[in-house]
């Protein structure tokens, strides 16, 4: 395994509600310029939301998140000759033929992603977002009356955590694993007020990330969840009301 003392410790800390001192754009020329080849294709991975983001965004004609692998037109020929993108996007481009398809099955997408196998922070990271979204799901499902079936139609009904989630789907309450209490109290406290939902759970998950540096400091991995959390500081305070309604949704939102 790489070690990374010079860049761990030249890296400025940060706080979720300070804008940090280094840019993304500045963090990403520090990778390139020390990360192996082999980390770099972790760092890569590591942008593979950002990517999805993108794809979707192509596909709606909105706007591009240039902290993603690719440029606009870079996604646009990966997309057309089907190369520079994970077989799991490939498989849903074979699968869903129409624009139409594609964005109505979306969530089957990011399922895709975060169900692929990593390992070290990787493996941490997907495996919390993915945790904490199945989650946020059930929540907000109970709180809507919405169909749960149908919110993780994308989803392995015998997954140990989805089975739990669908054979509470009669109950009044949703009642999550006891390592996910805390985040049904913040969202019982903040489901009122999108804005303040969205804080709380990018504080939530800044702080579950500083847990993991507890115990990789100057490895690769510290370097990555250093940038996950880059990320959320640098989305969160770039962050209105609007976009708070729509991210908090979709953050809960599978299906």
Not at 9 to 23: G, N, Q
Not at 162 to 171: F, P, T
Not at 215 to 244: C, G, H, P, T
């Amino acid at each position: 395994m790489t070690w990374y003392y010079f860049l761990a410790t030249s890296l400025p800390s940060l706080k979720v509600d300070s804008l940090p001192e280094v840019s993304f754009k500045e963090f990403r020329s520090l990778i390139d310029m020390n990360f192996t080849k082999k980390d770099l294709q972790k760092f890569v991975c590591l942008l593979q939301p950002i990517d999805l983001y993108n794809v979707k965004a192509f596909w709606k004609g909105l706007k591009f998140d240039d902290r993603g692998t690719l440029s606009g037109k870079e996604l646009e020929e990966a997309l057309l000759i089907r190369e520079n993108i994970p077989s799991y996007l490939v498989e849903f481009l074979e699968r869903y033929e129409s624009t139409f398809e594609r964005l109505k099955a979306f969530s089957f997408l990011h399922a895709s992603m975060v169900r692929q196998k990593y390992k070290g922070f990787l493996g941490f990271y997907f495996r919390l977002e993915r945790e904490i979204c199945l989650v946020l799901t059930a929540l907000r499902a109970k709180r809507l009356k919405a169909d749960i079936l149908k919110e993780l139609q994308f989803e392995d009904p015998f997954d140990p955590m989805v089975a739990d989630i669908l054979a509470q789907k009669d109950l009044p309450d949703y009642t999550p694993p006891v390592e996910y209490e805390d985040l049904k109290v913040l969202f019982v406290e903040n489901v009122s007020d999108p804005t303040e939902l969205m804080r709380a759970l990018v504080k939530y998950r800044f702080k579950k990330f500083e847990e993991f540096e507890e115990s990789s400091l100057f490895s690769v991995d510290w370097v990555l969840s250093y940038a996950a959390r880059l990320l959320m500081v640098e989305n969160w305070n770039s962050l209105n009301q609007e976009k708070a309604n729509s991210i908090v949704e979709e953050l809960s939102k599978y299906g």
